[in-house]
């Protein structure tokens, strides 16, 4: 690996949660909170990517950078694309690592945790999950589930991901946080292909890259990151920022 680029898509179109990346949390949007993390994770450069001239406003208010992306990308991961070879396109950068921009309580320390798989040349991507010790969510179609088997202290080679609860029988289940780390010709290769069958089935885009040979490993986690997609998960987190504020 040289020289990590740190991207974080944000748009305003979220269905569940609207303006979602500008929702105001301790005196500050959101999307400000996930870049000010990301900037203290210090493992390269990090840019918003974003299709909205206020999101980059904001960003570029803090003494961020932010670059303009278009408005009809299907996927987060099409941003990426767009936004790496406008901000890289003599190609410097070969990972980029994609923070999602609803992640304003993460742990700078996890972001950085997504890198070492990829100092084995075998893995495309990289990702992260955690230990679920809720058993609600072990059925709960909206936590998905990372199926994989242990390839190194803390780190697993992924072998599916699904909503529902898997694999069966005792052991542990694990929490896909969706934070990744591409290599930039993996990138390049995921967002050229067509969707898969099993993407479309359990409506998870990493499946693409499953579907077509594509090597992920996970880091075990920790923390589990809280990702706002409803008020209830916004009103946490300002809850949580503002107490960490506080003390």
């Given at each position: 690996m040289s020289d990590p680029l740190v991207l974080i898509p944000?748009?305003?179109?979220?269905?569940?949660?609207?303006?979602?990346?500008?929702?105001?949390?301790?005196?500050?949007?959101?999307?400000?909170?996930?870049?000010?993390?990301?900037?203290?994770?210090?493992?390269?450069?990090?840019?918003?990517?974003?299709?909205?001239?206020?999101?980059?406003?904001?960003?570029?208010?803090q003494g961020g950078l932010a670059v303009m992306t278009r408005v009809d990308h299907a996927s987060g991961s099409d941003r990426l694309a767009e936004a790496l070879e406008i901000v890289d396109p003599e190609g410097r950068h070969d990972v980029v690592v994609n923070v999602q921009g609803d992640l304003p309580t993460i742990d700078p320390s996890v972001i950085g945790a997504v890198l070492p798989p990829l100092t084995d040349r075998t893995v495309d991507i990289a990702t992260l999950c955690a230990l679920i010790t809720d058993p609600d969510e072990a059925d709960n179609p909206n936590v998905v589930k990372l199926v994989g088997h242990n390839v190194g202290p803390g780190r697993l080679h992924a072998l599916y991901f699904t909503r529902g609860r898997a694999p069966w029988g005792d052991g542990p289940l694990f929490h896909h946080i969706g934070l990744y780390a591409y290599r930039r010709t993996a990138l390049t290769r995921f967002v050229s292909l067509p969707q898969g069958e099993l993407e479309r089935r359990e409506k998870l885009e990493q499946l693409r890259a499953l579907e077509s040979g594509m090597r992920i490993d996970a880091m075990i986690v920790d923390d589990l990151p809280l990702g706002v997609d409803t008020q209830a998960d916004l009103d946490r987190a300002r809850t949580l920022l503002t107490r960490r504020r506080l003390n």
């Amino acid at each position: 690996m040289s020289d990590p680029l740190v991207l974080i898509p944000a748009r305003l179109a979220a269905t569940r949660l609207p303006n979602k990346p500008l929702a105001e949390i301790a005196g500050e949007p959101m999307i400000v909170h996930v870049w000010r993390r990301a900037m203290e994770a210090g493992i390269g450069p990090v840019v918003v990517a974003t299709d909205t001239p206020d999101i980059a406003a904001v960003i570029e208010a803090q003494g961020g950078l932010a670059v303009m992306t278009r408005v009809d990308h299907a996927s987060g991961s099409d941003r990426l694309a767009e936004a790496l070879e406008i901000v890289d396109p003599e190609g410097r950068h070969d990972v980029v690592v994609n923070v999602q921009g609803d992640l304003p309580t993460i742990d700078p320390s996890v972001i950085g945790a997504v890198l070492p798989p990829l100092t084995d040349r075998t893995v495309d991507i990289a990702t992260l999950c955690a230990l679920i010790t809720d058993p609600d969510e072990a059925d709960n179609p909206n936590v998905v589930k990372l199926v994989g088997h242990n390839v190194g202290p803390g780190r697993l080679h992924a072998l599916y991901f699904t909503r529902g609860r898997a694999p069966w029988g005792d052991g542990p289940l694990f929490h896909h946080i969706g934070l990744y780390a591409y290599r930039r010709t993996a990138l390049t290769r995921f967002v050229s292909l067509p969707q898969g069958e099993l993407e479309r089935r359990e409506k998870l885009e990493q499946l693409r890259a499953l579907e077509s040979g594509m090597r992920i490993d996970a880091m075990i986690v920790d923390d589990l990151p809280l990702g706002v997609d409803t008020q209830a998960d916004l009103d946490r987190a300002r809850t949580l920022l503002t107490r960490r504020r506080l003390n």
